[in-house]
């Protein structure tokens, strides 16, 4: 993040998709999951762990039914219609409230796939000053 963060112009976007801490990884390199504290380390403000990376969080989406043309290679035409219309529906729900969705209501539905952060660099001290 830290070298993502220096190649950003300032006010540019980042968008990172990573996979959500609710659900099963299937690929061996994962790890771990996200879940919706991440934005937070790269707050000045947050006590518990700034990384010293200062990126601005635009948007924040959680998507139960991600890479469709995987599954739609994989699943059965049903089940790949079905997986589509229910991703749609939960994931229309999750952006309502994705912190109460994603540390509560994702387990009853069998978890989230993928979490999508944007952040925004600041604009840097002489840029914020020209727009006052």
């Known amino acids: ?8 112009s300032p ?4 968008i990172v998709r990573v996979p959500h801490c609710s659900r099963g ?11 919706v504290s991440f934005p937070m ?3 000045p403000s947050f ?4 990384s010293g990376v ?3 969080l635009v948007s924040m989406m959680l998507t139960w039914f991600a890479q469709p043309e995987l599954k739609k290679a994989c699943l059965s035409p049903f089940q790949y219609r079905a997986g ?4 749609r529906l939960f994931d229309a729900v999750a952006a309502m409230s994705p912190a109460a969705c994603s540390r509560i209501w994702a387990y009853w539905v069998g978890g989230f796939e993928e979490i999508e952060f944007v952040f925004e660099k600041p604009a840097t001290t002489s840029e914020r000053k020209s727009e006052a």
């Open 47 to 50: 006590p518990g762990g700034y």
């Open 41 to 43: 380390y790269f707050d």
């Open 54 to 56: 200062e990126l601005r």
């Open 25 to 35: 990884f299937t690929h061996p390199q994962h790890r771990a999951g996200f879940d």
């Open 11 to 14: 006010a540019g976007t980042l």
């Open 84 to 87: 589509l219309l229910l991703g």
């Open 1 to 8: 993040m830290r070298e993502w963060a220096r190649l950003l």
